[in-house]
């Protein structure tokens, strides 16, 4: 699910006006990657397109967006390109395109829209004519991604191609927006549990944070986190979604062990990690080897956890290792296809 879009429906909904600033191109170095957005209220910034000079910048044009009183053909909508260097002070050297939309409650029924479609994993098509000074705004159009007659490059999250016809309309945003969550399956709600939820809700992730002891899940809430306190937890590896994150981290070694062996013979996770030392691993190996399984299989095994070079084994320094690996396999991940896509054509 897209937070900004979240986000913006509150926003709108509450009667605020609001400038959405989206990196449409980046050339070179520089500190978000194409796609990042940033909201702006007159009082209030939510998210980042990456800080110093650059996020200043971009959130005094948007705010003096906001104090303009557009006419009929007022600015609603530009386009800016920044250059990273000695001008804003920066030292990445790059070159971004950053995309301004100045929304109102007439912009509530897209957002909506697009925010209930990602909510339910479907893809959409967002498009946005950035006109020329002095003409009428177009309306934003979305539809269903697979209705769209742009092409658009998996391996790129963002980018902006030149139309050799040079239309007079404008420039045209064009943007795919699918929920780009992925799916945590926690077993264990220990001390190293609870440090590495408080961690995890932060990210892009749904947790789905298992436990046969109900009592033993600390008063931790979110919209991402689904506690389940399930009398038979190697049901959550079979109900889990393809490519679910798992990390094992029980206070049995007996069901450590069983849950290893049913997310093992499942096969289409993105990353098992299971807490323990390397003792702890060779014990499992050879009662895994002893039921069947190849030794292959335990290299998708991670035991120990966490990414190397870390000693301490306080829970939240525990936690923060394990994050740090698993944003490590996401990155991976993400050299397959982009979830979310913007192209323009000028």
């Given at each position: 699910?897209?937070d900004?879009l ?6 709108l909904a ?6 959405l600033?989206t990196?449409a191109r980046?050339d070179?170095?520089?500190p978000r ?5 940033m909201?702006?209220?007159r009082?209030?910034?939510?998210y980042t ?10 959130t005094d044009?948007a705010?003096?967006?906001?104090t303009?009183?557009?006419g009929?053909?007022?600015e ?5 390109r920044?250059a990273?260097?000695?001008?804003l002070?920066?030292?990445c ?11 109102t409650?007439?912009?509530?029924g897209?957002v909506a ?6 909510a339910a994993?479907?893809?959409s098509?967002?498009r946005?004519?950035f006109t020329?000074a002095?003409?009428a705004?177009t ?5 269903e ?11 790129q999250?963002?980018h902006?191609l030149?139309?050799?016809?040079q239309?007079a ?8 927006i699918?929920?780009?969550r992925f ?9 190293v ?7 995890l809700?932060?990210?892009?992730c749904?947790?789905q ?5 109900d009592?033993q ?11 389940d306190a399930?009398d038979?937890?190697?049901s ?5 979604p393809?490519g679910s994150?798992f ?6 070694h007996?069901?450590d062990q069983?849950l290893?062996e049913?997310?093992?013979r499942?096969g289409?996770?993105?990353?098992f990690?299971?807490?323990g ?10 009662r895994?080897?002893?039921?069947g399984?190849?030794?292959s299989?335990m290299?998708r095994?991670?035991c120990p956890?966490?990414?190397p070079?870390?000693r301490?084994?306080s829970?939240?320094?525990?936690a923060?290792?394990?994050v740090a ?7 991976e ?8 896509h913007i192209e323009?054509?000028?």
């Amino acid at each position: 699910m897209h937070d900004w879009l979240n986000q913006l429906k509150q926003l709108l909904a509450h009667g605020d006006a609001v400038v959405l600033v989206t990196v449409a191109r980046v050339d070179g170095s520089a500190p978000r990657e194409a796609g990042t957005r940033m909201l702006v209220t007159r009082q209030h910034l939510h998210y980042t397109i990456g800080g110093g000079h650059l996020e200043w910048q971009a959130t005094d044009i948007a705010r003096r967006m906001l104090t303009e009183t557009p006419g009929p053909c007022g600015e609603l909508r530009r386009l800016e390109r920044m250059a990273l260097g000695p001008s804003l002070g920066q030292c990445c050297g790059g070159v971004v395109m950053l995309a301004f939309e100045r929304l109102t409650l007439a912009d509530l029924g897209w957002v909506a829209a697009l925010q209930k479609r990602s909510a339910a994993g479907l893809a959409s098509t967002r498009r946005v004519w950035f006109t020329p000074a002095g003409s009428a705004p177009t309306p934003v159009q979305w539809l269903e991604a697979d209705d769209t007659d742009i092409p658009l490059d998996p391996n790129q999250s963002c980018h902006l191609l030149r139309d050799p016809n040079q239309h007079a309309n404008g420039t045209l945003l064009s943007e795919t927006i699918v929920a780009d969550r992925f799916h945590v399956v926690l077993f264990g709600a220990g001390h190293v549990g609870a440090a590495l939820v408080k961690v995890l809700l932060n990210l892009r992730c749904t947790v789905q944070w298992v436990d046969q002891r109900d009592a033993q899940f600390p008063a931790i809430t979110a919209p991402n986190l689904v506690h389940d306190a399930n009398d038979i937890p190697e049901s959550a590896v079979d109900d889990a979604p393809p490519g679910s994150y798992f990390l094992v981290m029980t206070h049995s070694h007996a069901l450590d062990q069983s849950l290893c062996e049913h997310i093992l013979r499942r096969g289409d996770f993105a990353y098992f990690g299971l807490i323990g030392s390397k003792t702890k691993r060779m014990q499992f190996e050879h009662r895994l080897i002893a039921k069947g399984f190849n030794p292959s299989d335990m290299e998708r095994m991670t035991c120990p956890i966490g990414v190397p070079g870390i000693r301490d084994k306080s829970p939240e320094t525990i936690a923060v290792a394990v994050v740090a690996q698993l944003l490590q396999c996401v990155e991976e991940k993400a050299a397959a296809p982009r979830l979310e896509h913007i192209e323009m054509t000028a």
